[in-house]
């Protein structure tokens, strides 16, 4: 066997914790600057939007919901009207909430209906087509929180994501990469061919233009009469005929009887900060908490970021949390979620009791793994001058969702199904393997890992971050705020840094490129782990820390008011502050 770099990391070395090799980081742009606002998404067209709604007096949800709607066009593998989401919501006096948007499954769904008559899962049925989609809601979604806790018009923010679909983009770099590698599945659905690819079959390409007048009819239609227009109308019409005509089974009560739901976020204390984050039917919010509970009892900014001894708690703590994610926690109307328990300091002790400090801990069993690309949901950032927050993470789920557009309606369906358990024991599109709490059942929501979060210090608002990326949004978005609190980065280099995720199964270490010194990797190979040097980074996080870039200058008396990163592994992405 030739002597390679992931070989020889396999290697068992005898080597001792005398030092503490430090990771290997680029340097990072300084972050976006903002006296009155900050808006930080995926795409620069829909930054742009949110801080023209943030200039004209609308607040940071009124923002959010701009931002919402015109990424549904200008960033159409991610954003959506046809897929779902969440927003935390933090607003100037304090009050907090959650608004959970996510998909829910048809009322025809049935426990099985992704395995043949063998009991073995059918390839594709849940990431491909009609049969792969939940019940949209975006739309529902953004005019509660419009409702709510907006204060401009639905038209007023409608609009410019109206203009765009209807007079189209010029697509730059960053945009034509999103669209290039999902040309053959666009292909197979003609209605979503005739919209994203140009008559050669091509995707379109820098410097071309993508209109959508179908998307802009739909858009101009909620925009009127709001989101009947989609749930009850037209809309609805045409996507239920769709999908009984291809296979799938949404039915008219399945849009008819959908509901948001508002609920209260969770919360927990790390080091002084408050984090306020998603809770069931995302993951996201308590896995972050119980891997925090857990890393408090480390001394992280003495055992710096990037060593092994700091890897090696993190990988624990993550592994842990993860079996506690695939087993235990699913849609709360449905399953009852132990999250008191798993956000006690006392279990999250107990778990440090069980990490030995020299040696890697082993998880029960090997399972394949199923991690693809990472730029299928999208994030955004959003703060305004009375420092109203907003965090949303929504999604189509996989890259254009099921890679569907229903009749004229110009709107992408999401394939959100696939993240039910087809069958305990069976890893889904990001290789986890998860139980009977996220079996499919009628109406009942996938279990997430989307993490729109709010960090608060001494009652006001302090970080706002979170990213796409699968199971890999909890390790994405926990780093990042590690990054700021222990490691002392600055917004941009918490975000830029290079990432490590270990999510039990497969028991693997997932290292980015050039993430770990080679003497790191030899210290953590010698204490048994197995490390995937992966050729790929992921996730895209947003993220906004305020009344300075990092920690020491606002421990100084601060720097900008906002300080705004958008991850630099998302091409088309843009920070703007005002
Ligand atoms: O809700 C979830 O956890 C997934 N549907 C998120 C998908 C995702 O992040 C894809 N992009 N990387």
Same mark, same amino acid.
């Given at each position: ?22 990771? !290997? ?8 600057? $903002? ?43 991610? $954003? ?71 204060? +401009? ?24 990469? #999103? ?24 995707? =379109? ?66 080091? $002084? ?48 949390? =993860? ?53 299928? #949901? ?53 290789? +986890? ?43 994405? #978005?926990?780093?990042?705020? !590690?990054? !700021? ?19 039990? +199964? ?22 048994? =782990? ?49």
């Amino acid at each position: 066997m030739p002597l390679t770099r992931r070989t020889l990391i396999a290697v068992s070395l005898s080597l001792t914790f005398a030092f503490t090799p430090a990771a !290997v980081f680029a340097a990072s742009p300084t972050p976006a600057k $903002g006296e009155h606002g900050m808006v930080v998404t995926a795409q620069h067209l829909a930054t742009e939007v949110g801080v023209d709604v943030l200039k004209k007096g609308g607040n940071a949800v009124d923002a959010a919901v701009a931002v919402g709607y015109a990424l549904a066009v200008v960033y159409p593998n991610a $954003g959506n009207i046809g897929g779902g989401g969440f927003m935390t919501v933090r607003m100037k006096d304090g009050r907090t909430t959650f608004l959970d948007f996510r998909e829910r499954a048809p009322l025809a769904a049935t426990k099985t209906m992704y395995l043949d008559k063998d009991g073995k899962p059918i390839k594709g049925a849940s990431l491909d087509g009609y049969l792969a989609v939940g019940v949209p809601g975006s739309v529902a979604g953004f005019e509660m929180a419009r409702e709510k806790y907006g204060t +401009l018009s639905r038209q007023d923010l409608m609009a410019p994501a109206i203009a765009y679909a209807k007079d189209g983009f010029v697509l730059n770099q960053g945009d034509a990469a #999103t669209f290039a590698g999902s040309a053959d599945r666009l292909a197979k659905d003609p209605a979503a061919a005739a919209i994203f690819l140009k008559k050669d079959g091509k995707p =379109y390409g820098i410097g071309e233009k993508l209109v959508q007048p179908g998307l802009a009819a739909s858009l101009s239609a909620i925009s009127e009469k709001g989101p009947d227009a989609f749930y009850k109308g037209t809309i609805a019409d045409e996507i239920v005929k769709a999908s009984g005509a291809k296979g799938g089974i949404l039915a008219k009560g399945d849009f008819e009887q959908y509901a948001v739901r508002e609920l209260k976020p969770v919360t927990c204390s790390y080091r $002084g900060y408050e984090i306020i984050s998603s809770p069931p039917p995302s993951s996201g919010g308590v896995i972050i908490c119980e891997i925090l509970n857990v890393l408090e009892g480390y001394p992280l900014s003495y055992l710096r970021a990037g060593s092994a001894e700091t890897v090696h708690v993190m990988v624990e703590a993550m592994r842990h949390a =993860y079996v506690d994610r695939n087993s235990a926690l699913g849609d709360p109307d449905f399953v009852d979620n132990p999250v008191s328990k798993l956000l006690d300091k006392n279990y999250a002790k107990d778990i440090r009791d069980k990490i030995d400090p020299f040696r890697a801990g082993v998880s029960k069993e090997l399972m394949p793994k199923g991690f693809g690309e990472s730029k299928e #949901t999208t994030h955004y950032s959003i703060i305004d001058k009375d420092g109203n927050a907003v965090a949303v993470t929504y999604t189509l789920n996989g890259s254009f969702g099921a890679g569907v557009v229903a009749g004229g309606t110009g709107i992408l369906l999401n394939n959100e199904m696939d993240d039910f358990t087809q069958k305990p024991g069976v890893p889904n599109l990001y290789g +986890l393997v998860q139980g009977e709490a996220n079996a499919i059942q009628p109406k009942k929501t996938p279990l997430s890992s989307m993490s729109p979060t709010i960090v608060t210090k001494d009652g006001n608002p302090f970080m706002v971050i979170g990213s796409p990326g699968g199971s890999r949004i909890i390790t994405i #978005t926990l780093e990042a705020i !590690v990054n !700021v609190i222990d490691h002392g980065m600055d917004i941009q280099q918490a975000i830029d840094a290079p990432r490590i995720h270990h999510q039990w +199964l497969p028991d693997t270490v997932y290292v980015e490129p050039f993430g770990l010194s080679p003497d790191t990797e030899k210290l953590l190979a010698a204490m048994g =782990y197995h490390l995937d040097l992966s050729d790929q980074t992921w996730g895209q996080a947003a993220g906004i820390l305020v009344g300075g870039k990092s920690l020491a200058e606002i421990e100084k008396g601060g720097g900008a008011r906002y300080n705004g990163a958008i991850d630099s592994r998302a091409a088309a992405g843009e920070a703007l502050g005002y």
